[in-house]
């Protein structure tokens, strides 16, 4: 698979994470990085990031590294724990590392760190892997 | 607590939720209801609403439930799992309900649901309670 | 299938739940019973019931009623959120309900209640359904 | 605090742990390591240890860690997610460090690998800190 094409293809189509701004920086099988700079739209009604933005960008990295092997991975399940505050003007980076990988399941921890290095979430996702290959979806 | 000015509260401040076209549209102390109708800015690459907008609408109602009685409420930790694909044009409901309230800390499930009634996904959330009160930010 | 010889099977083999006390008492396709009556053996260091003695008890009724459909089922994930304490002399019932289904994998929420009808612990499951036949092995 | 006299505490006290084999080898404040040695009474119906033993063993070293910083700490919820089978005879490690510390929560992660490395499971257990001390126990 050509992850080049497939990184565009990502960033192109993940409507959700590009209208906020997300975007993979980096991906290789089973490891991805996505990017987000927190501005105002990404706060909820305490003037902090939402659990939902920081959800959506560690989901982002989640289904990069997933689908890298080049079948077509979907959650089942995941969850986020919320340690620090990301603030305005933050740039923030989840990392998505493959902790397991059978034939039709797999593993992933994400860790979301702002530029200073302090660990702001920790998400944790399963994806089920289909038999259709992800490179025919473009 | 005057509930009615909460709900605006919330449905104008928290600016991810909103700048992604969800809302609350009820809300007492313990239980939320929050809606979304799907659009293309909500779908992955595979043309399905994002698990991250599944997860902010959750968390919406999550947030709803758990500050309407009266104490500021942060999530420590949730977990959401996908059952069945969202797609463009379904409204979909959060329907938030405490399971468990301490004085420090508060349990809530969610269930999303489309509008022919099908469980879309179910989000469980852990709630912090400080001691601060929510109305004085509005 | 035959439910009751199953019933038996499970109870005689899965050896960490009898030799600790529990076992299922009812079972159908993707919902059972299991129970447990607390005493010392089960308590931690501060005299409740030890979090592993209730994900235990839930892990069961989860097995019972993902393995009832016939195929083998493993669980992949769960997660257990601790209300109330479970004290000596409790009769704690675990009771799981499939939420989803699907052909290789399948959802779980197993509620714990004691005997006085108080909500104890929430258990949700994910289970991956192989296609080998459970009723091979009895 | 004391901590040899600790870990002394909580490999007697925790009953549940102690009945089933499992003890707590290391343990500072945040940190913890506790051990199993597999056996037949360990096992579920397809003769692999039953996830609640897994469960249990991790939930005893997020316990230690959680509660060596001298406060009592109480599970509010934990994840484990299964990728390997442990089977009879296997001697398996639960390592749990912490993630996140705050005045009245925290956040561990919790690696089991058996003998030979391979990593079993992962668990992730969110602690609610008490006022009270814990040595006042022992």
Known sequence: MDLEKFKKFINTNDRFAASNG??????RP?????????????LNGVNIIQ?????????LAFA?????????????TATISFFKPGLTGDI??????????????????VDITNNSG?????FNGIAYRKKESIDEKF
């Open 22 to 27: 997300m975007s993979v920086i980096e991906v």
């Open 30 to 42: 089973g490891i991805a990085k996505a990017s987000l700079t927190v501005c105002e739209n990404h």
């Open 51 to 59: 659990g939902g933005a920081l959800f959506t960008l560690a989901d």
């Open 64 to 76: 990069a590294a997933s689908n890298a092997h080049g079948l077509v991975a979907v959650g089942l």
């Open 92 to 109: 923030l980076t989840a990392e998505a590392k493959e902790v397991n990988l059978t034939a039709r399941t797999a593993c992933y921890n």
């Open 118 to 122: 302090v660990l702001i979430a920790q």
